[in-house]
């Protein structure tokens, strides 16, 4: 039964580059055959793993950030989140954000049930102005996405996105408007059969 599925603790990284006219972020995507949203494109992120927890992220979260991610989480998860976050966009795409000084908290979402694989997905924003590489290099990256791509907004919008992903890109719009970080950080909670939507102040 799909309450029976343990759900996951994830980490999304949405890189956003400003270096151009128009804004872009960066998106793959999830191969035909996987399990979980299969074709669809995505920011680069995955499930935190057991190493994630072991150290202290470089650098050090804003005390809004730091505050925002231990709400409603045990307190270790300001450790193990933004490591995850790290490493799987490392791992997904081969580029390195030296530390965690500029990552911005902005949107959480537990996948419903009914789905093949649950996880509890916190999406972060940076400027891709932090990479510590060529942002334009994905030749170190691992197989999980493909079709590696800077892309605007309205662009991102014709993918064949999940969702969630349509709602952080209004996120990631509005956000681009306004002061970082965000006043709040909309978190949409399934952990049971009746969703709620409710904000992380």
Known sequence: MSQDIPIRDAATVVLLRQDTE??????????HGAVFMPGKFVFPGGAVDAEDFDRDPPGQLT???????????????????????LRELREETGLILPDVTDLHFVFRAITP????????????????????NDPDDFSRAEDELSHLQWVTLAGARGFDLPFVTRVVLAEVEAAMHKT???????????????GQIRSLP
């Open 63 to 85: 005390p809004v950030c730091a505050r925002r991610l231990a709400a409603d989480s045990p307190p270790e998860m300001t450790r193990a989140l933004p490591n995850a976050a």
């Open 180 to 194: 970082l970080p965000p006043e709040q950080v909309p978190f949409y909670d399934h952990r049971s059969d009746v």
């Open 113 to 132: 049930p009914g789905r093949p694989r649950r996880f509890d997905a916190r999406f972060f924003l940076v400027d891709a102005a932090r990479l510590a």
């Open 22 to 31: 128009v804004p872009r972020v960066l998106m793959g995507q999830r191969g």
